[in-house]
């Protein structure tokens, strides 16, 4: 059965997979999440804060594009039970439910929300359609991680006993983390479109 195009624009997957079926969708969401667990193992720890440097992000925002924002969210829905349950599929091999209780909590929680925000852009706009569009959708797919993730870090940082002000939470959680999220939002963005041209040139 052909996917119904109920939204403008279809996102990748299913441009390739257009056949909906309850193993199609599992088998996306298990990939999803597997994706973005294997990308997770790409992590740098900072000695100065609780949050490393990881490819996650960029696994999260080309998920939500390539999978639409119901499945994109499934995946990184998947994603956190798939590490509630112990699976080393967090950053560095980690995983337990205390990991998403811990100050990185927040950031992990938004994964599906950020996934599924991405998503949906993707099949109201067809931003990842061009390179300005599917940049514009990865850089707010990054702030709706650090709107829910600084938050919870500074709540975590406070039960801690390591309370800080704005300035040291932003020291401790956004501002070393702007250069890495810029290069893989202009990744994404040089992917998604050019994936496309060759779906096209099929």
Request: net charge positive.
């Amino acid at each position: 059965m052909k996917e119904t195009q109920a939204l403008p624009y279809l996102p990748l997957a299913k441009a390739l997979w257009p056949g909906r079926t309850l193993g199609r969708d599992l088998g996306l969401v298990l990939a999803g999440s597997l994706f973005v667990a294997l990308l997770a193992q790409v992590s740098v720890p900072l000695p100065f804060t609780p949050v490393p440097i990881t490819g996650q992000t960029l696994g999260i925002l080309l998920v939500g594009a390539a999978l639409g924002s119901r499945l994109g969210f499934l995946a990184l829905l998947a994603y956190l039970l798939e590490g509630a349950m112990g699976l080393p599929v967090f950053a560095g091999g980690t995983g337990g439910l205390a990991k998403i209780l811990g100050p990185t909590g927040g950031f992990l929680l938004a994964f599906p929300l950020a996934a599924g925000l991405v998503g949906l852009l993707v099949e109201r706009l067809g931003l990842d359609r061009s390179f300005p569009g599917t940049l514009l959708a990865m850089l707010l797919g990054n702030a709706l991680l650090y709107l829910v993730g600084l938050p919870w870090l500074w709540a975590w940082l406070m039960g801690a006993g390591k309370a800080v002000g704005l300035s040291g939470l932003l020291a401790m959680g956004l501002f070393p983390f702007i250069p890495g999220d810029l290069v893989k939002a202009i990744l994404a963005a040089a992917l998604l479109p050019s994936a496309w041209r060759y779906l096209g040139r099929r």
